[in-house]
């Protein structure tokens, strides 16, 4: 089973949106609404941000926002702020043979 | 507030078993899944496997009959044991505590684990 393919990296200034897709095939991310977002700085625990395509967790932003079209997931980060530079990674329920898998993590870089 | 920390020896030899422990402090393990991922060095995440408090598990196929995931409610901990390990092993290995597996509510910091001789 091949990881999810995201961009390797993305990037804006304070203030701007960006969006950081998550592609996966018909077996994945098309057939499950069970697509979730992780932020993870380095030598920190990874936070989930987004949960079921969609939602948002207690305490998180309403800048983070989840979406999906086909085998295609997406993050969007609105008003980006300084302390949203970090990795992101999506995952995703896969079915009852492989079970879970991870994006390839996208670099956020605030300019 | 629920916190989890990866700890086991930091330096496996090539062939040998891997082995950590997840220790969950501020929160029960019971009703919750604890899975494990790990991410080598310049990659992504891998998922590796998730452990009910009740003992049923799910592996990922491309480690299943390497990989062995057990749990200790009455300490609050759940364990990874990776055998036959490898360069290619060589990975932070995080635990995470999840109601539901499709979301990893909760994260340890990661443990580095080097598989060198």
């Known amino acids: 089973q091949s990881a999810l393919t995201q961009p390797r990296s993305v990037s804006g200034s304070p203030g701007q949106s960006v969006t950081i897709s998550c592609t996966g095939t018909?077996?994945?991310?098309?057939?499950?609404?069970?697509v979730s977002w992780y932020q993870h700085y380095p030598g920190k625990a990874p936070k989930l941000i987004i949960y079921?395509?969609?939602k948002r967790p207690s305490g998180v932003p309403d800048r983070f926002s989840g979406s999906k079209s086909g085998n295609t997931a997406s993050l969007t980060i609105s008003g980006l702020q300084a302390e949203d530079e970090a990795d992101y990674s999506c995952?995703?329920?896969?079915?009852?043979?492989?079970?879970?898998?991870f994006g390839t993590g996208t670099k956020v870089t605030v300019l | 507030q629920v916190q989890l920390q990866e700890s086991g020896p930091g330096l496996v030899k090539p062939s040998e078993t891997l082995s950590l422990t997840c220790s969950v402090s501020?929160?029960?393990?019971?009703?919750?899944?604890g899975s494990w991922i790990r991410q080598p060095p310049g990659k992504g995440l891998e998922w590796i496997g998730y452990?009910?408090?009740?003992?049923?598990?799910n592996y990922n196929p491309s480690l299943k009959g390497r990989v062995t995931l057990s749990v200790d409610t009455s300490r609050n901990q759940f364990s990874l044991r990776l055998n036959s390990v490898s360069a290619a092993d060589t990975a932070v290995y995080y635990c995470?505590?999840?109601?539901?597996?499709?979301?990893?509510?909760?994260w340890g910091q990661g443990s580095l684990v080097t598989v060198s001789s």
């Open positions: 995470a505590r999840a109601f539901s597996p499709e979301r990893l509510e909760n």
């Open positions: 501020g929160g029960s393990i019971n009703n919750y899944y």
């Open positions: 452990i009910y408090y009740t003992g049923s598990t």
């Open positions: 018909s077996s994945d991310v098309g057939r499950y609404n069970y």
């Open positions: 079921d395509v969609t």
């Open positions: 995952y995703s329920y896969a079915g009852s043979y492989t079970f879970y898998v």
